[in-house]
């Protein structure tokens, strides 16, 4: 075997019986009490909570192990501000024109609107992108298998991992967000795949009354 294609042992740390069980249901336990939150509090976070959730998400199985993502993490107020109002620009097109009267129907029990406060209040912003291809050192166009796939993997495992820390999560998606590449700076090869907004949640945060569906809905046995 060639030293790049290299096998080394698996690390897997064995559980068994009850202990299988517990872990498994403390888990789920754990992520039904993750909300989507709309309403953050102003209350700074320390950027090793994002770099730990940020290096979890890394973890994520991609294509051919390509990991096919970029994640742009904004403090910065000026750069927050100006992500707010290109969102709002988009929002308000979509809120007011693009959508239809369905989609409207459907958005309605989340109670949303074309304004994103949150975009400057939160502490964080985290910034997803997905790369089609990359370019090599000789300025070749490298085909990336799965990135779809892939960086929605990585985001699950992100969201998941906030969520673990302590924070609170919004799955923010301005229609169209070319103007996040623009305004970070990022290649023409990587396109925005969603916005993460991280924080605490403020003192009175309120969530839509909403429920997910039952396990026997979600999962079939054969
Ligand atoms: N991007 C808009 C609309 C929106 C769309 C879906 I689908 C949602 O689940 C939530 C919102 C917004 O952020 O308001």
Not at 61 to 73: M, T
Not at 172 to 181: A, D, I, Q, V, Y
Request: contains cysteine; negative net charge; proline residues 7%.
């Amino acid at each position: 075997m060639s030293d790049s294609h290299r096998f080394v042992p698996l690390q897997y740390q064995a559980k068994t019986g009850q202990e299988l069980i517990d872990c498994s249901a403390q888990f789920y336990e754990s992520m039904r009490q993750r909300r989507t939150v709309r309403n953050f509090s102003d209350t700074p976070v320390p950027l090793q909570l994002i770099e730990n959730a940020v290096a979890a998400a890394g973890t994520a199985p991609s294509g051919a192990n390509q990991q096919p993502w970029h994640f742009v993490a904004v403090s910065d107020a000026d750069t927050k501000r100006k992500i707010r109002v290109a969102a709002e620009i988009e929002e308000r097109e979509l809120y007011e024109r693009r959508a239809s009267d369905q989609w409207l129907e459907a958005l309605a029990p989340l109670g949303t609107n074309a304004d994103k406060p949150f975009l400057e209040t939160a502490p964080w912003l985290i910034a997803v992108f997905g790369q089609k291809f990359t370019i090599d050192a000789e300025g070749r166009k490298l085909k990336h298998y799965y990135t779809q796939e892939s960086v929605g993997i990585a985001t699950g495992i992100l969201i998941t991992a906030l969520h673990q820390s302590g924070l609170v999560a919004l799955t923010h998606t301005p229609s169209p967000m070319g103007f996040l590449r623009e305004e970070l700076d990022r290649p023409i090869h990587e396109k925005p795949f969603l916005l993460l907004v991280v924080g605490y949640p403020a003192d009175d945060a309120m969530v839509p009354d909403i429920d997910k569906k039952p396990l026997g809905d979600i999962l079939s046995i054969r």
